[in-house]
């Protein structure tokens, strides 16, 4: 028997409460009593008994008016009343179940007869509070779960919409790409950058690379990256000069729907896409000073919040920065924040011009030989040692990535299975030269680029460049982006084809006719 089992007695006459408190308390219950109805609800509502033996005839307020009473009360209308009434009494039982009265027994009271109908009423009492206990911890539970469930959901949409855009974001990258790309070359000034890069690859400092348009900023970034304990994680890019002002910061931080004009989903950021992984911002210079503000948050303190959200996400990122300025001339200039300056200037990294690593230029131009040959069917295999010696000489102000124009712009001109470029010194300080297979006399008169006007048949880098520029953007019809743009063919990204198509001056009506 639980200490817990209380049951509680009302009867104004002292001989009958003796008797059953004398007859309960020998069965090991507690036993509570009440001289009239007031004392018993009070009693009642503060003791919760498990049954209540229930006298009907009591000064002032009657039983059957207690037993209303106790029924109103939600904290005990639960609890079992058990009338006790005289053996004749068929009214005041009638009355009493009407009351809501569970049971009766009747006076002069029959022990064994009392100590059933207590034992019966107990147990259905127990029975009762213990199924309530069950179902109060089974709904707890199950909102337990379904708070749980509800925040895994979240959790999982969330994820599937990063995953989502994570794949978007890897696929534009495949479709800009095209193939892997090695960093070439065994030069001391090469290998001293490699070496900065094997120190601060497991660091996970913040890098600033600084170099030139074109000597290979982002593979030095890729190398940092797959080098470091991060390779694992996506390495995220975003080149800052490609964005509009307007854009930038829903580019970096992401957008909620509805947060300005157009913003019909939302979006993930960078940074978020980055999470775990690295963050690449070319030509960092060129972001505009508020967001160089929020930038600055994000490497303090690792937090942000997507434009139109108040909501604060945290992201795990290492940020590797790159720019072609002197952005310590910004920062004097107040065109850069001194202070993000210094915080993504952690551990700065130097990439050479390809003018400073001229003994690399032999092994590039090979591999761009044989990439552009492969891709464009052609049977080249080697470059003259004559066509390398003068591409070693030449100053290569646009560094890498003019050598790899200038290759291909030769692979397409070229027949047979050697390639060479011959090369004249022009009155202006850029060289010039003309390309041509070795068993070729001249290029095809559809391939021939604009003479330069100097009757020697020389033509500049710049005119070559211009009509392969227009001939791809006659085979495209003008379409510079997609599987089958301009820009593919090319084999560089979109927003660096519409560059050079302007620098170069070309319109639509010199591809349209």
């Not at 469930?149 to 994820?159: D, F, G, N, Y």
């Not at 797959?226 to 490609?242: G, M």
């Not at 019909?264 to 960078?270: L, T």
Request: aromatic letters at 6%; hydrophobic letters at 40%; glycine letters at 6%.
């Amino acid at each position: 028997m639980s200490a817990a089992d209380s049951i509680l007695v009302v009867d104004d006459t002292p001989t009958n409460v003796k008797v059953l408190v004398e007859m309960l308390g020998r069965e090991g219950y507690r036993v509570l009593v009440a001289r009239e109805a007031e004392s018993a609800i009070e009693q009642a509502c503060y003791a919760k008994p498990l049954v209540i033996l229930l006298d009907v005839m009591m000064p002032g307020m009657d039983g059957f008016e207690c037993c209303r009473r106790l029924k109103a009360d939600p904290a005990t209308a639960d609890i079992p009343v058990i009338f006790m009434t005289a053996l004749g009494d068929l009214e005041d039982k009638v009355r009493g179940f009407a009351a809501g009265g569970s049971d009766y027994v009747v006076k002069p009271f029959e022990h064994e007869e009392v100590l059933a109908r207590v034992r019966t009423h107990l147990k259905l009492r127990r029975l009762q509070l213990d199924l309530a206990a069950t179902n109060a911890g089974l709904e707890q539970r199950v909102a337990e779960r379904t708070a749980e469930l509800k925040t895994a959901l979240k959790e999982v949409e969330s994820l599937k919409e990063r995953l989502e855009q994570e794949n978007r974001y890897l696929q534009s990258e495949i479709s800009e790409q095209g193939h892997h790309r090695e960093i070439i070359g065994s030069s001391a000034a090469l290998q001293q950058a490699l070496h900065q890069v094997d120190l601060v690859a497991g660091a996970d400092a913040s890098v600033l690379i600084n170099g030139e348009t074109g000597t290979g900023k982002e593979l030095i970034a890729r190398a940092i990256h797959q080098r470091s304990p991060r390779r694992d994680r996506t390495l995220v890019k975003l080149n800052c000069s490609a964005i509009s002002a307007g854009l930038v910061e829903s580019e970096l931080f992401g957008h909620v729907k509805g947060a300005f004009t157009g913003a019909a989903e939302r979006r993930v950021g960078r940074f978020e896409l980055a999470d775990g992984g690295t963050l690449f911002l070319d030509e960092v210079s060129e972001l505009p000073i508020d967001t160089q503000t929020k930038l600055l948050r994000v490497l303090q303190e690792g937090e942000f919040e997507p434009v139109g959200s108040s909501k604060t996400i945290k992201v795990d990122v290492r940020v590797i920065a790159a720019s072609n300025r002197d952005l310590a001339a910004d920062v004097a200039s107040g065109r850069f924040r001194a202070d993000l300056y210094y915080r993504l200037n952690v551990f700065p990294i130097q990439v050479p011009p390809l003018r400073a690593r001229a003994e690399d230029i032999p092994a590039l131009a090979q591999y761009f030989l044989e990439r552009f040959a492969r891709k464009l069917g052609k049977p080249l295999r080697a470059i003259e040692p004559e066509t390398l010696a003068v591409l070693k000489a030449h100053s290569w102000p646009g560094n890498i990535r003019d050598l790899q124009n200038t290759i291909e712009r030769a692979v397409i001109l070229s027949e047979g299975d050697m390639l060479r470029v011959e090369w004249q010194l022009a009155p202006a300080p850029q060289s010039c030269f003309t390309a041509a297979a070795q068993s070729s006399a001249a290029a095809p008169a559809s391939a021939a680029p604009a003479s330069s006007g100097n009757g020697s048949g020389v033509h500049t880098l710049e005119e070559i460049e211009r009509q392969h520029f227009i001939q791809v953007l006659r085979k495209t019809r003008g379409v510079i982006e997609g599987p089958h743009g301009a820009a593919r063919l090319l084999d560089l990204k979109p927003s660096t084809a519409r560059f050079r198509i302007k620098k170069l001056g070309i319109r639509r009506e010199h591809y349209e006719t």
